[in-house]
C-alpha cells in the first residue's frame, strides 16, 4: 500500500498557478503549515498488547521514506508518537499532549479499542480527528455522534457476520465456545456472531471473558473445554490468542477453530503458540501475506518488500502487523495528498469519507477502498483463510458483509 495509484487532488497545483496569489488557496488549521503538518499517534510499546508496538515502527519508517521522497505537496510530516502501553488513562494523558502541547493537526491510528474509547469523546469535542482509527468496535463508525472519528479496521461484527456464515453453511450442529475480551472488541465479535447466527443462536453452549491485566486465559481454556464445545470462538489480541491455542493443545482439545483477523500475525502469535498447535486454524483477510508464494511476482508485494529491506530492516517484514503498518501509513498519505493545501481537520474529515477505488498494494485481487458520506467503513471486503502449520492460506470467495453502521 505505497506509490499510491489514486491521481486524486493532482489538479491542486495548476489550479494554485492559474489562481491569484497561490497563498490564497491555502487553508491551515493548527499542526498545518507551508513546510509542515503535524500528526499524533499513541502506540503500545509496552504492556499487554505490546507486539503491537512493531506497527507504528513501521509507519514512522514509512513516514520517513515519503519526506525523504519530498513530503506531502511540499510539506513534511512531522509524526509524534507516544507509548501509552495500551492503558486508557495514558492514553487520555497522551492524546491531551498531542493535542494542547504538540498542537498536532490530526491523531492517525492511535492503537486498540479501549484506548481509542478512552479519547473518542475528548477528540471529538475538540473537533480533531480520530484519523483511521486502529480498531474495529462499531462505536468508532457512528459519525452521528461522533463525526470525527473514523476507523481502519474491518468492522469487528461485519467481520463476525463472515464467521457466522461459514458455521451455518459448514458445521450447522457445531456446539460453539466463545473466548473474549471483555470490552468493546470482544463484546462486538459476540453480538456480530449472534446477529449472524439468528435463530440459531443457541449453538453457543459457553462463553468465557478475560480482563487486559489477567495473566493468562488457562482457567478460562479449562472451563470452555468442559462445556462440550467442538468449535472454538477465539476473540483475543496476540498474547493472549497465542496463551488460548497452546493452552487448547495441553488439554488435548480439538474443536473447529475460528481466531479473530486482530491475533493472526504468525510471528506474534502463532509461533508463541506453537506452529503445529495452530494448524487448521480458520480466520479471514483482506490483504496479502508475504509468506505465501502466490505474490512472489506481484508488483505491490514487491514494493512492500522493497519498503521494508530499505527503511524498516529491524522489523519482520513477513508479520502481519509489519503489512498493517505500512498499508495505513500510506492511507494516511492517499488523504493528506487528497487535501491538497487545505490543511484543514474538516477537510481531512471530509476526504477520509470520500475515497475513492483506492487499491492499496497489498489489497487482495478484487478489494479496493470506496467510503462515502453514509459508509465510513475503509475495509468492508473478507476472504477466509486457514492456516496450514507454516502459513496463511486463503480459500473461498471474496466475501462482502452488507452491515451498516449508523
Same mark, same amino acid.
Given at each position: 500500500?505505497?506509490?499510491?495509484?489514486?491521481?486524486?487532488?493532482?489538479?491542486? %497545483?495548476?489550479?494554485?498557478? #492559474?489562481?491569484?496569489?497561490?497563498?490564497? !488557496?491555502?487553508?491551515?488549521? &493548527? *499542526? =498545518? +503549515?507551508?513546510?509542515?503538518?503535524?500528526?499524533?499517534?499513541?502506540?503500545?510499546?509496552?504492556?499487554?498488547?505490546?507486539?503491537?508496538?512493531?506497527?507504528?515502527?513501521?509507519?514512522?519508517?514509512?513516514?520517513?521514506?515519503?519526506?525523504?521522497?519530498?513530503?506531502?505537496?511540499?510539506?513534511?510530516?512531522?509524526?509524534?508518537?507516544?507509548?501509552?502501553?495500551?492503558?486508557?488513562?495514558?492514553?487520555?494523558?497522551?492524546?491531551?499532549?498531542?493535542?494542547?502541547?504538540?498542537?498536532?493537526?490530526?491523531?492517525?491510528?492511535?492503537?486498540?479499542?479501549?484506548?481509542?474509547? %478512552?479519547?473518542?469523546?475528548? #477528540?471529538?469535542?475538540?473537533?480533531?480527528? !480520530?484519523?483511521?482509527?486502529? &480498531? *474495529? =468496535? +462499531?462505536?468508532?463508525?457512528?459519525?452521528?455522534?461522533?463525526?470525527?472519528?473514523?476507523?481502519?479496521?474491518?468492522?469487528?461484527?461485519?467481520?463476525?457476520?463472515?464467521?457466522?456464515?461459514?458455521?451455518?453453511?459448514?458445521?450447522?450442529?457445531?456446539?460453539?465456545?466463545?473466548?473474549?475480551?471483555?470490552?468493546?472488541?470482544?463484546?462486538?465479535?459476540?453480538?456480530?456472531?449472534?446477529?449472524?447466527?439468528?435463530?440459531?443462536?443457541?449453538?453457543?453452549?459457553?462463553?468465557?471473558?478475560?480482563?487486559?491485566?489477567?495473566?493468562?486465559?488457562?482457567?478460562?481454556?479449562?472451563?470452555?473445554?468442559?462445556?462440550?464445545?467442538?468449535?472454538?470462538?477465539?476473540?483475543?489480541?496476540?498474547?493472549? *490468542? =497465542?496463551?488460548?491455542?497452546?493452552?487448547?493443545?495441553?488439554?488435548?482439545?480439538?474443536?473447529?477453530?475460528?481466531?479473530?483477523?486482530?491475533?493472526?500475525?504468525?510471528?506474534?502469535?502463532?509461533?508463541?503458540?506453537?506452529?503445529?498447535?495452530?494448524?487448521?486454524?480458520?480466520?479471514?483477510?483482506?490483504?496479502?501475506?508475504?509468506?505465501?508464494?502466490?505474490?512472489?511476482?506481484?508488483?505491490?508485494?514487491?514494493?512492500?518488500?522493497?519498503?521494508?529491506?530499505?527503511?524498516?530492516?529491524?522489523?519482520?517484514?513477513?508479520?502481519?502487523?509489519?503489512?498493517?503498518?505500512?498499508?495505513?501509513?500510506?492511507?494516511?498519505?492517499?488523504?493528506?495528498?487528497?487535501?491538497?493545501?487545505?490543511?484543514?481537520?474538516?477537510?481531512?474529515?471530509?476526504?477520509?469519507?470520500?475515497?475513492?477505488?483506492?487499491?492499496?498494494?497489498?489489497?487482495?485481487?478484487?478489494?479496493?477502498?470506496?467510503?462515502?458520506?453514509?459508509?465510513?467503513?475503509?475495509?468492508?471486503?473478507?476472504?477466509?483463510?486457514?492456516?496450514?502449520?507454516?502459513?496463511?492460506?486463503?480459500?473461498?470467495?471474496?466475501?462482502?458483509?452488507?452491515?451498516?453502521?449508523?
Amino acid at each position: 500500500m505505497t506509490l499510491l495509484r489514486l491521481t486524486a487532488a493532482l489538479g491542486f %497545483a495548476l489550479g494554485a498557478t #492559474l489562481a491569484t496569489p497561490a497563498l490564497a !488557496q491555502k487553508k491551515y488549521d &493548527t *499542526g =498545518a +503549515t507551508d513546510t509542515e503538518i503535524k500528526v499524533g499517534q499513541t502506540i503500545p510499546l509496552s504492556g499487554p498488547a505490546s507486539a503491537y508496538g512493531s506497527i507504528g515502527k513501521v509507519q514512522a519508517a514509512y513516514i520517513r521514506m515519503i519526506n525523504e521522497q519530498g513530503g506531502i505537496n511540499g510539506r513534511k510530516i512531522n509524526l509524534i508518537q507516544y507509548d501509552d502501553a495500551y492503558s486508557p488513562p495514558k492514553t487520555v494523558e497522551q492524546v491531551r499532549k498531542l493535542v494542547e502541547s504538540d498542537e498536532v493537526l490530526t491523531t492517525f491510528q492511535i492503537i486498540g479499542t479501549p484506548p481509542n474509547a %478512552a479519547v473518542q469523546k475528548y #477528540l471529538n469535542d475538540k473537533k480533531v480527528p !480520530q484519523l483511521l482509527a486502529s &480498531t *474495529g =468496535a +462499531t462505536r468508532f463508525t457512528d459519525p452521528k455522534n461522533f463525526p470525527w472519528t473514523i476507523a481502519f479496521n474491518p468492522n469487528y461484527q461485519s467481520e463476525a457476520h463472515i464467521y457466522a456464515r461459514y458455521i451455518l453453511e459448514n458445521h450447522p450442529n457445531a456446539k460453539i465456545a466463545i473466548l473474549y475480551q471483555n470490552d468493546d472488541l470482544g463484546k462486538d465479535y459476540v453480538k456480530g456472531l449472534k446477529d449472524g447466527l439468528g435463530a440459531k443462536a443457541n449453538m453457543i453452549v459457553a462463553e468465557a471473558s478475560y480482563e487486559l491485566s489477567d495473566p493468562t486465559v488457562d482457567s478460562q481454556m479449562v472451563t470452555l473445554k468442559s462445556s462440550g464445545a467442538d468449535l472454538f470462538y477465539n476473540i483475543t489480541t496476540p498474547k493472549f *490468542g =497465542a496463551q488460548a491455542i497452546k493452552k487448547a493443545a495441553e488439554l488435548g482439545w480439538k474443536p473447529v477453530h475460528i481466531l479473530d483477523i486482530n491475533a493472526t500475525p504468525v510471528s506474534q502469535t502463532l509461533v508463541p503458540a506453537g506452529l503445529e498447535n495452530a494448524k487448521g486454524i480458520i480466520s479471514v483477510n483482506y490483504g496479502k501475506d508475504p509468506l505465501d508464494p502466490q505474490w512472489n511476482d506481484d508488483e505491490g508485494m514487491k514494493r512492500y518488500k522493497a519498503f521494508m529491506a530499505k527503511w524498516a530492516p529491524a522489523e519482520d517484514a513477513n508479520s502481519g502487523i509489519a503489512t498493517y503498518g505500512y498499508s495505513t501509513a500510506a492511507l494516511l498519505v492517499q488523504i493528506l495528498k487528497q487535501c491538497g493545501d487545505d490543511l484543514t481537520r474538516a477537510n481531512i474529515m471530509k476526504q477520509a469519507t470520500n475515497i475513492q477505488n483506492y487499491v492499496a498494494d497489498l489489497a487482495l485481487p478484487g478489494m479496493s477502498i470506496s467510503t462515502e458520506p453514509n459508509d465510513w467503513r475503509i475495509n468492508k471486503q473478507f476472504q477466509m483463510m486457514k492456516f496450514d502449520g507454516q502459513r496463511w492460506v486463503l480459500f473461498g470467495p471474496i466475501l462482502t458483509d452488507e452491515y451498516k453502521t449508523n
